[in-house]
């Protein structure tokens, strides 16, 4: 019961505090930080991958002895990777229709800070003398839509820390994983935080939704937790969804999203420095 007391406090930290800095952040925006978030995302993306391939997958087809570990994994990683894909696609179907701002030679991906925050979205409103209430409604379907986002993200961290359910903070792949969640969770809370600072609701309030939308993450954790604490079969399965469900955030998000942003060699060595970090960490 301690540990599992534990993985929520952590779990909050990375859920609830990573967008809650998002969304204060916000408060705080300057358009000119669109490299130092690329360089961010990029870091995040090495780290998560370092984690995944030397931490969850290695424990995963290790699990139990069995041949049939290796189709449980590629079982595991489609389901995981299919899920955040069809989420994703959810989310971006709701937030992209409030203004049409990408067209068919546009990438669908944020390639600036402002479109990653839906800072253009104002703009389009202000131009168009639009009411900045389809800003604040865009802003909570955001919100909502991330939040169901944050479950099976918040089931990674819960998978990580099952493999040592008795000794948590000994578990270092969790303890990273958990911090770089929080960490691409901030421009995630800044997404969210900008249509609704933006469509009227007051700075304090909009930081508190974008918190919120973090809670989330602790059912995921505690879900994935318990799923891998039931049997090694369970552990794998857990390890393995994770695993696909934190690809997709690496090749589907953080990786497009930071190489558009800042069209330069650098993203690419802030993947590699985070890779090796991962692996630093996680082996000493």
């Excluded at 918190?211 to 318990?226: E, R």
Aim: charge should be negative.
């Amino acid at each position: 019961m301690d540990s599992l007391w534990l993985l929520v406090g952590i779990t909050a930290l990375a859920g609830i505090g990573g967008t809650g800095l998002g969304g204060a952040v916000s408060c705080l925006f300057r358009k000119d930080s669109g490299k130092t978030v690329s360089l961010l995302l990029s870091f995040a993306a090495g780290v998560m991958t370092a984690v995944v391939c030397f931490d969850l997958l290695t424990e995963a087809l290790h699990a139990g002895a069995s041949a049939l570990n290796v189709w449980l994994v590629v079982c595991g990683i489609i389901a995981g990777f299919a899920v955040i894909a069809l989420l994703n696609a959810w989310i971006d179907r709701r937030t992209n229709r409030e203004v049409a701002h990408i067209d068919e030679n546009h990438p669908r991906t944020a390639d600036s800070l402002e479109e990653l925050t839906h800072a253009n979205h104002l703009q389009e409103h202000m131009e168009e003398r639009q009411p900045r209430s389809g800003l604040f409604l865009a802003g909570l379907v955001m919100a909502a839509a991330i939040a169901l986002h944050n479950v099976p993200e918040g089931m990674v961290i819960g998978a990580s820390f099952a493999k040592t359910a008795d000794e948590l903070l000994a578990n270092r792949g969790g303890l990273i994983m958990a911090a770089v969640i929080g960490l691409h969770n901030v421009p995630e809370g800044m997404a969210m935080a900008v249509p609704l600072i933006s469509g009227g609701l007051s700075k304090g309030r909009s930081v508190g939704v974008t918190a919120l939308s973090g809670a989330p993450t602790i059912l995921g954790a505690v879900l994935g937790f318990l799923i891998g604490t039931i049997s090694p079969a369970a552990l794998i399965v857990s390890l393995s969804f994770a695993s696909g469900a934190m690809l997709y955030v690496v090749f589907g998000e953080l990786l497009p999203e930071s190489i558009l942003m800042w069209k330069s060699k650098l993203p690419a060595a802030a993947v590699l420095l985070g890779l090796l970090t991962g692996l630093i960490i996680i082996y000493l």
